[in-house]
């Protein structure tokens, strides 16, 4: 990823993030930091297929469904870089709710671009939509569609679009945030419930079937991927075989019964108007934690502390990452197939993620800007403890920074 | 499901890979490069971890088919099968130049001329050819929608699986219809229950709308809430095992006059439908049964395969010549969908699994309808 791009109008203050956010400015104000980002890398369309791409380009959104009928039955968005509306294509359904924030004659009826005469119809759409001169970018291409590139692409091979819906979505505007926040207010007031419930004797999906009740019953729109309860190992030799030999994460939920003393490493996300959360918490099953158990949760409140105060717009994501692996003594507090932190957005995860293998000079150029959103996961291990792990959502400002999530760290800590 | 992490059974597994390579031969593939879920799926045999929605492409599996290899992108082996070995196994990585060089040093890789890949990201289509320096990279996902089309035996098994848990949850949302309760909470009832019979991984979670009655398709209610006289869809889908399990009824809420005639409009077309599975009938005989019937096609599939995702056939009105080149054949599983509208009424949607069997069409769902 290459650095933020530039923008059109200053957006409102991070800082000033609406109860309520209004989706028609949230469409126009994502909408020009899209076309700006095209016209940064000098494209005049993009096609876009990918679910969260068309959501965060066209402001609609809807129950995301499985990735196997997601294929067929997609909405696709067309954004040209001189036309303010997005052109939607839309199957049945499919973001019915806020179709009303486009113009009629930019709403189109929905195409099938597994198919080859779907991807005909489709092009002959284009004729008219796109000038052949035009430099075209696209996300995701059928087979096809790659046996019609000819017809498609008229001005030769297309560029990446998910560079330029990455690079445009690095900012969040002020209702973007709002709806994060309210994303994630759902899921912490969902989790309330849930963790009452945790007892020794309860199955593992049973913790699953009552977050996603709660959660829709709240006002969620989707999950965005199972409910994880993962119940760590006492010692790494215990967990299951890696390829890098530490731990595993994350592994998926069973009917298994929970029994006093597990240690789980929860993660959930669901969306509210196309936006996710993200939550992250460890909890021990009908027991008190033990005096060491404590301390790695100190420590990992230590290690949050010590990177949210260097936290502030123009601080590079390497600078979280060096003060992270300070705070826990020269090791580095994450996974070594994740990261101490990532965005988050249409995506549970978005660009940048710190601390991964896109390498150190990836994370020294990548300067924090304000109305950039982190969620940060710092994961803290001790043979025989279970250790730690808890995560935590923050919108950037010139100052620092404020959160976005809020619920206790019980029965470590409030 | 069980109470750890499990690799599809031996027999579900190799029965799917022997289809997979019989299609990689008859399409002159010497590699596949699968980044689709319902893929991977298929041919490894390893549960994933399920995300909501269409995830961009990546090189999620590789198939060579000269020596039936398999390497799956997977940082752990809980799921893995046993045939698939640790050295085969790949871990998550941010950086794609650090997976191109893993797929580079794969035994196979260098002498490949001809990679399919089930879909391609401009990103991807600069870097593969890095990792098969001597292939013309081609369309994989017709070899492998050809491989997915036709169930074997193990996979219907399957399917009656996920569908029953798609019924249970059905049936729980049904028994909470009532004026006043949202579509929401609905689906939330409906979502709880098949996560409580095993499963939390749905296939769909618009599970439930009050259907309008002065558009043919569109949503009737402004604030989600469900009110007497309403006609309510309710649509259950879940991911079980990997399979798509469908289900999808409409239900009454209260007295509504015109309901029954429109039940039975419903009932006349579902028979048409139901005689359009025949094996050897072409797709569109499924279009022409809404037409007999005298209804309007709805702008959504009226049918389409049921598996692992998606699957074919697809026929919609918007693919004729599809539908019309496309032949049901024993084998096939597909949702077939029922929609019909009266003005002032509201909409009655059905959608049933059918299997098509030699001797014709066994319908695989059972959940009760609403009767006048």
Redesign the interface.
Known sequence: MTSPTSFLAEPSSALDIPETPDLDRMRRETGARLRSAMADRGVDALIL????SVVYATGVS?????????????PVAVVLADDPHPHLFL????G??SESGLPADHLH????L?????VE?FARVLLDLIPAAALI????????M??AQDRLFRSG???????IVGAAKLIKTPDELACMRTACRITDTAMVDVQAALAPGIRQ??L???F??????L?????????IWQVMPKYKADG?????GDL?L????????LAAGDVLWTDVSITYQGYCSDFGRTWIVGQDPTPRQQAQFHKWREILTAVLDVTQAGTTIAELGRTATKANGGARPWL????LGHSIGVN?AETP?IG????DEFDENFVLEPGMVMVLEPVVWEEGTGGYRSEEIVVITEEGWIPLTNYPYHPYGD | MATEVLADDRALRTGRRERALAQMEKHDLDVLVLGRQANVRYVSGAPQLWVAGTRPFGPTCVVIRETGAIHLLSTWDEGVPGDIPHENLYGIAWNPINTISVLKGINGAADAKRVGTDALSPGFAQLLPVAFPNAELVDGELAMRAARRIKTSEEVVSLREAIRVAEVGLAAAVAELRPGISEKSLAGVLLEAMAAGGVSTPSTQDAAWVTSREHPWRRASDDGIVRAGDLVAFSAGVLDGGYTGEVGRTWPVGELNGAGDLYRRWDALWDRLHEACQPGAPAIDLLTAYQAAGEELPPMPIARGLGLGFDPPVVSQHLPATAAEERLEPGMVLAVTGYVWQSGVGAVFGREAVLITPDGPEVLTSSPSWQA
Do not use: C, K
Request: net charge negative; proline share 7%.
């Open positions: 297929l990918g679910n969260n809807w129950p995301l469904g499985d990735a196997g009928l997601s294929y067929v039955e997609r199957p049945f359904r499919e019915a709710a009826g929905p195409v099938y597994e198919f080859d005469e779907g119809n970018a696209v996300d995701e291409l059928t087979g096809a790659r046996r091979r297309p560029a990446d679009a998910a560079q999906i049973d699953s079937a009552s996603m009740r709660r959660a829709f019953e006002g969620a729109m989707a999950s965005m991927l199972e409910p299951v075989w890696t390829t890098h595993a994350p592994l998926l939920t069973t009917e298994r019964e070594p197939h994740f990261y549970a993620m991964t293998d896109l390498g």
